[in-house]
């Protein structure tokens, strides 16, 4: 059973540091089901891989079996994938081995430990029941860039097809304590199993290790459930639990944060110019079919009901109290049938792929991926330009330059309090020039609101077109 996780951040073996493991030396821990070795087969300024490999005994593994039920054929507690297969095995070992590391902390550089270095993770056998779909379910949402290679059943019978291992590298920029969470935390849902009795205190493992980011990922409840094997009692007390210590409200934190923005805005009229900006793209455009991508309570929506050219729109939101909010605001119980069949809301996730997202001429999203994790922006780039890849996109973002003449705003602060980010033009640029060129498209940028000659426009425009 192995991991292993390199980096290209320099010094490379500053990985070293953070794993308190020295790449100069093998290292040795004893586990109740074998030996968990540590080792760097490469050691550079400029790359550096350590190795996690697990030897695995099969007869210690028959030997702790008191009490398990019984086994579908005879030999199956000798014959299985356990010693090949990562499993709650190497989560376990990941803690006990890499456990300073995986709590976050480095008493010689702890400055280290808070830095976002880039990190590959490979595992080349991995048990993923849902195969790679569900792979990506987990991580893409995180932040990764994904490969993976499902292993054929028998290669001397192709037609048997695919079995339920895949060969998987994960990529991505973070703390290393967040990439060991994740791992730690998915490898055995990905099982769907674990070696050992779940109980209360996986709820509190749970809770140490994921409540950062499981809150906010799409499938929260069917990772909880499946790490906690399923026990309905225990699933229901980490729900409720991740909820408590995420918000009280995020809703309705986020609904004060927003009217918050929208005073500091107020009096140069910004949302209404980036609204009929939008708009005007839109129109010049001919498009016809619009998804609005993270649509809130509905204002552009209802700029675009206006238009009788625009034929189909759909609006889509991770949060349900928006959506409820936007109902109310666009009068859907009110409307015809013919405008409740050309306008729809959908709750979703834009880091999740979604079908439903599919299919449409123009797809908006207005003052959104400032409020996701930079490392996100990955999986959100790869839903909207390589999947639903609809004929343009029009996206919209703080210009942080122009913060300085907002009035009560701090130096330094963001204007709205759950941004993650605020770009500068060549940020934006820089990043909207990345993705239409992975992606084959064009790009062209404009300014909304009133612009400054040194400072810019409040607002930035990307225009990408097929």
């Avoid at 702890?110 to 976002?116: G, N, Q």
């Avoid at 996206?395 to 003449?405: A, D």
Wanted: charged share 30%; net charge negative; glycine share 6%.
């Amino acid at each position: 059973m192995l991991l292993t996780i390199s980096t290209t951040y320099k010094p490379a073996t500053d990985l070293g540091f953070l794993l308190y493991k020295h790449p100069g030396q093998v290292q040795s821990f004893e586990q109740s089901y074998g030996t968990a070795h540590v080792l760097y087969p490469e050691a550079s300024e400029e790359r550096c891989t350590v190795a996690l490999l697990l030897d695995v005994d099969p007869i210690d593994l028959v030997r702790g079996r008191k009490g398990k039920a019984p086994e579908a054929f005879a030999l199956q507690q000798y014959v299985n994938d356990r010693p090949y297969a990562a499993s709650s095995f190497l989560s376990v070992a990941i803690a006990d081995v890499f456990g300073t590391a995986l709590a976050g902390k480095c008493k010689d550089r702890p400055d280290l430990a808070e830095t976002k270095i880039p990190l590959r993770a490979e595992l080349p056998c991995l048990p993923c029941r849902g195969g790679e779909s569900f792979l990506r379910r987990l991580f893409e949402p995180l932040g990764y860039e994904i490969q993976a290679t499902a292993h054929q059943l028998d290669p001397r019978f192709p037609d048997w097809g695919k079995s339920q291992y895949l060969s998987v590298v994960l990529e991505t920029t973070v703390c290393l304590r967040d990439l060991l969470a994740h791992l730690y935390v998915l490898i055995p849902v990905m099982d769907d199993d674990k070696h050992y009795w779940v109980g209360e205190d996986e709820v509190e493992k749970l809770l140490r290790h994921a409540k950062s980011w499981l809150p906010s990922h799409p499938d929260r409840e069917m990772i909880t459930n499946r790490y906690l094997k399923h026990k309905r009692t225990l699933t229901r007390a980490a729900l409720s639990r991740l909820a408590e210590e995420d918000a009280a409200d995020p809703d309705a934190l986020e609904e004060s944060h927003g009217a918050e923005e929208e005073a500091l805005e107020e009096k140069i009229s910004l949302n209404d110019e980036r609204l009929g900006q939008v708009l005007a793209v839109l129109r010049r455009a001919q498009a016809r079919r619009i998804i609005d991508l993270g649509c809130g309570e509905g204002k552009l929506l209802k700029a675009l009901m206006e238009h009788k050219e625009f034929e189909e729109l759909l609006g889509l939101d991770v949060s349900f109290r928006a959506l409820e909010t936007a109902h109310r605001r666009l009068r859907l119980d009110k409307q015809p049938e013919r405008m409740k069949d050309r306008l729809k809301l959908i709750q979703g996730s834009l880091t999740y792929r979604d079908s439903r997202m599919s299919g449409f001429d123009a797809a908006t999203c207005i003052e959104v991926i400032e409020h996701m994790d930079e490392p996100r922006l990955k999986a959100f780039e790869r839903v909207l330009f390589e999947f639903a890849r609809p004929r343009m996109v029009v996206l919209t973002t703080p210009n942080s330059e122009y913060n300085c003449k907002f009035e009560g705003l701090p130096a330094g602060a963001f204007r709205h309090r759950d941004h993650r980010f605020e770009w500068t033009r060549t940020q934006f640029q820089s990043w909207c020039d990345r993705v239409a060129s992975q992606n084959n498209y064009q790009v062209s940028f404009l300014p909304v609101g009133p612009e400054d000659p040194l400072l810019g426009p409040p607002t930035q425009m990307g225009v990408f077109s097929l």
